[in-house]
T-cell receptor, first 114, second 114 residues
């Protein structure tokens, strides 16, 4: 399984943008880049995913490097409720022997200061 | 997206006994997975629960220790057998629906073995 590398922790001020980086230099051409977050005492929550193009949804934006070896999750205005562990995950395509499973790395713990 | 209910939410068990954790999804899903999360750690995939056939286990996990059932498209169970204190962890169920972008996770079962 292709691996991702993220900083262990990051800090942000409330209402400022946050850029969470992820390196995935061994990504294959068909791996999807997924981001999940885990709030304290909860299961992980889907944030966003993409393949090649940048993506936006109501929660965040995902910027994918042209060579796909790295990506950045962007929270446009951090709130205290965004304090969580953020996981960058490479998901193999469905129909492969790995059945689209998600393999979690260590993630980035985001602290948001008021 | 699907909503997952896990039971029990927590339990304290004696070593040598077994505990069965239930995962109920409110809609039919194509894939279901079981994870373990030890305190302060990331999620580790135990197995993919296959409907109507034997689960697919990840390296380091075996059927005798973690038998899994998936009798239909909305329900799965994970049994932690012959428990020891090292099995104390949070166990999470996850599911994916066709045509839905993200995977859904339950809130987890917090297991303490004494």
């Amino acid at each position: 399984d292709a691996k991702t590398t993220q900083p262990n922790s990051m800090e942000s001020n409330e209402e400022e943008p946050v850029h969470l980086p992820c390196n995935h230099s061994t990504i294959s051409g068909t791996d999807y880049i997924h981001w999940y977050r885990q709030l304290p005492s909860q299961g992980p929550e889907y944030v966003i995913h993409g393949l090649t193009s940048n993506v936006n949804n109501r929660m965040a934006s995902l910027a994918i490097a042209e060579d796909r070896k790295s990506s950045t999750l962007i929270l446009h205005r951090a709130t205290l409720r965004d304090a969580a562990v953020y996981y960058c995950i490479l998901r193999v395509p469905f129909g492969s022997s790995n059945t689209g499973k998600l393999i979690f790395g260590q993630g980035t713990t985001l602290q948001v200061k008021p | 997206s699907a909503v997952i209910s896990q039971k029990p939410s927590r339990d304290i068990c004696q070593r040598g006994t077994s505990l069965t954790i239930q995962c109920q999804v409110d809609s039919q899903v194509t894939m279901m997975f079981w994870y373990r999360q030890q305190p302060g750690q990331s999620l580790t995939l135990i197995a993919t629960a296959n409907q109507g056939s034997e689960a697919t286990y990840e390296s380091g996990f075996v059927i005798d220790k973690f038998p899994i059932s998936r009798p239909n498209l909305t329900f799965s169970t994970l049994t932690v057998s012959n428990m020891s204190p090292e099995d104390s962890s949070i166990y999470l169920c996850s599911a994916r629906s066709t045509g839905v972008d993200g995977y859904t996770f339950g809130s987890g079962t917090r297991l303490t073995v004494v």
